[in-house]
Every structure is written in C-alpha cells, then in structure tokens.
T-cell receptor, first 115, second 114 residues
Framework: AQKITQTQPGMFVQEKEAVTLDCTYD???????LFWYKQPSSGEMIFLIY??????QNATEGRYSLNFQKARKSANLVISASQLGDSAMYFC????????????FGTGTSLTVIP | GAVVSQHPSRVICKSGTSVKIECRSL??????MFWYRQFPKQSLMLMAT?????????EQGVEKDKFLINHASLTLSTLTVTSAHPEDSSFYIC??????????FGPGTRLTVL
C-alpha cells in the first residue's frame, strides 16, 4: 500500500484565491510527522510546513496551513491568497515513528496559478 | 530554514566516466544525509541514507558499488556515480537532517551522461 497518496496530478487556481491540495497517508505508528514541500521548476525542494501526529492544532506558516484530520488520515495543504510564484510541484511526505528518519513521498501535485 | 548546498548544479559527462556530487549543510550539523533521484515529472526516489562516520544504507535495487556515498563529516556527504552511463542521467538531490528533524534539501544536481 502507498504510504502517501496525492490524488490530484494537476490543479489550477485563480490568483488571489485559496486552493487545497489533498494528501492522505497510511501508517500504523502512533507517532509520525507530516511535511509539505514545494518544488519549483528550478528543482530545489523547499520545506513549507510540518505537522506532528500529536499536535492538536493545525500547523500554519504564513499563507500555508495544514488541515490535519487524524481519523481520516489526511493532511491537506491549504494555500491562501494564491500568487503566481506558487506555481510549482507540491509534495506531501511522512516520517514514521519516533526514531525513523526515512521520508515517504507522494507523487506530487502540479499547481498552476492563473493570473 | 536550514541551508543545504549541492555542487555542481549541472554536469555533463561522457559515458564511462565518474562524477562526484557534493552535499553540504551550511548552518547546522547533519547527523543524517539522504540521497534521492528524481526522474522528470515523478516523485523523489530514496537511494540511500548516510550517517556521519558509518556506511550508507542503500535502498533495494540501488547498486552500492555504482553509487558510492561518503559521509566524512557532519556537514559533508558525497555521491559518486561511477562509470556513468546514459541511463544514469537524472536529477540527484540530497537532503540533510539533524536527528529525526525535518529534512532540508539541496538545490539538486542535473546529471547528463552522453
């Protein structure tokens, strides 16, 4: 089974609108971490946001927020007030366990912001 | 966030030659560094995990004799693609982490083998 599933290969959003990128995960561990990374066309992977499995509040970082629904095992990324520079690939990732440091990546979602 | 550099950013080499890629954590000591490979429009594929001072752990299907990894210090890891062939052409990206913390990625190296 896939550890991380991103079901949206491509998404479009109007500039200044909000967009939600979906991510579901599969783990039997009680302790795990969820991450979102942005990869622009230049190729670098930019860390956006982190959510720990024990965090009760949804993580937020500026225009990024993570809609964490533990029972549904989903960790959707919400980008508010989209900007043209947000056009990129977005990857959801999970780290299992307390001591594990291997990341499992999803297949990514390509976001295009339309002016 | 932490800064990870990678050098070179692009390299073109002839088939049969070896290429070394460096990954450095610039502002923190990385206990663990990771090497990934990414094909166009695909996700990252973990190749190996390296801890400072010990042998790298390779993922299934990755030839350790072909992809030599050295992690000599807490700030430097190198990946050497030995006897490169055109099928090794890819985007190689490293990441660095302190303990089980967030992985911070380098900018990647685009390798083209002619």
């Amino acid at each position: 089974a896939q550890k991380i599933t991103q079901t949206q290969p491509g998404m479009f959003v109007q500039e200044k609108e909000a967009v939600t990128l979906d991510c579901t995960y599969d783990t039997s561990d009680q302790s795990y971490g969820l991450f979102w990374y942005k990869q622009p066309s230049s190729g670098e992977m930019i860390f956006l946001i982190y959510q720990g499995s024990y965090d009760e509040q949804n993580a937020t970082e500026g225009r990024y927020s993570l809609n964490f629904q533990k029972a549904r095992k989903s960790a959707n990324l919400v980008i508010s007030a989209s900007q043209l520079g947000d056009s990129a690939m977005y990857f959801c990732a999970m780290r299992e366990g307390v001591s594990g440091n291997q990341f499992y990546f999803g297949t990514g979602t390509s976001l295009t912001v339309i002016p | 966030g932490a800064v990870v550099s990678q050098h070179p950013s692009r390299v073109i080499c002839k088939s049969g030659t070896s290429v070394k890629i460096e990954c450095r954590s610039l502002d923190f000591q990385a206990t663990t560094m990771f090497w990934y490979r990414q094909f166009p429009k695909q996700s990252l594929m973990l190749m190996a995990t390296s801890n400072e001072g010990s042998k790298a752990t390779y993922e299934q299907g990755v030839e350790k004799d072909k992809f030599l990894i050295n992690h000599a210090s807490l700030t430097l890891s190198t990946l050497t693609v030995t006897s490169a062939h055109p099928e090794d052409s890819s985007f190689y990206i490293c990441s660095a982490a302190w303990a089980t913390d967030t992985q911070y990625f380098g900018p990647g190296t685009r390798l083209t083998v002619l």
